[in-house]
């Protein structure tokens, strides 16, 4: 039990396109969802909650209009990179919260940037 | 000063060692407490679930909590290759939707 999936594991776009990140719970409700980032040998950083039906709640530093997100239901949310710049490359992860207020993680989306 | 603090490593045992890893804390707020195994280019996954002071136990691993040293550590019987990996400390304050501060996480290398 306890599933988070992610799509796309890997993908790799152009300067300036918009890239969507899907995040689901396959077999649990999750009524909060985390996304975060994580560069090569470092920790995971957040960078926004995400609460179904409601606005993300975004980290300090976080542009809200570059990295888009959506919690449209109570097992899927989505974060949108607008505009990607080589600079938003990065491992991108997202995490769901269970009834018990365990994060369980998907596992991750290489985001590459040319 | 950190929230949490984990020695990076990396941590070389060899197979079958005992692995211990620690994380210390500032936050007396903190009451849940997880560690989780990162494999390289993975999504961290959930090895231990702690609330409050105390010991938790589950197959090799044992899980412990000393919330008046503001300590928690993480031991790891009959390491085996597979084993090696990136943990990471997590707590947590409660409630729903509530924040986890990680550790940087300890690099462990278990060796044959």
């Known amino acids: 039990g306890a599933v988070v999936s992610q799509h796309p594991s890997r993908v790799i776009c152009k300067s300036g396109t918009s890239v969507k990140i899907e995040c689901r719970s396959l077999?649990?409700?999750?009524?909060?969802m985390f996304w975060y980032r994580q560069f090569p040998k470092k920790s995971l950083m957040l960078m926004a909650t995400s609460n179904e039906g409601s606005k993300a709640t975004y980290e300090q530093g976080v542009e809200k209009d570059k990295f888009l997100i959506n919690h449209a239901s109570l097992t899927l949310s989505t974060l949108t990179v607008t505009s990607a710049h080589p600079e938003d490359s990065s491992f991108y992860i997202c995490?769901?919260?269970?009834?018990?207020?365990?994060?369980?993680f998907g596992p991750g989306t290489r985001l590459l940037v040319l | 000063q950190k929230e949490v603090e984990q020695d990076p490593g990396p941590l070389s045992v060899p197979e079958g060692a005992i692995v211990s890893l620690n994380c210390t804390y500032s936050n007396s707020a903190f009451q849940y407490f997880m560690w989780y195994r990162q494999y390289s280019r993975k999504g961290p996954e959930l090895l231990m679930y702690?609330?409050?002071?105390g010991n938790k136990e589950d197959g090799r691993f044992t899980a412990q909590v000393d919330k008046s040293s503001k300590y928690i550590s993480l031991f790891i019987r009959d390491s085996q290759p597979s084993d090696s990996a990136t943990y990471l400390c997590a707590m947590s304050a409660g409630g729903g939707g509530n924040k986890l501060t990680f550790g940087t996480g300890t690099q462990l290398k278990v060796e044959l």
């Open positions: 995490s769901a919260e269970d009834v018990r207020e365990t994060q369980y």
């Open positions: 702690t609330y409050s002071s």
């Open positions: 077999d649990f409700q999750a009524t909060t």
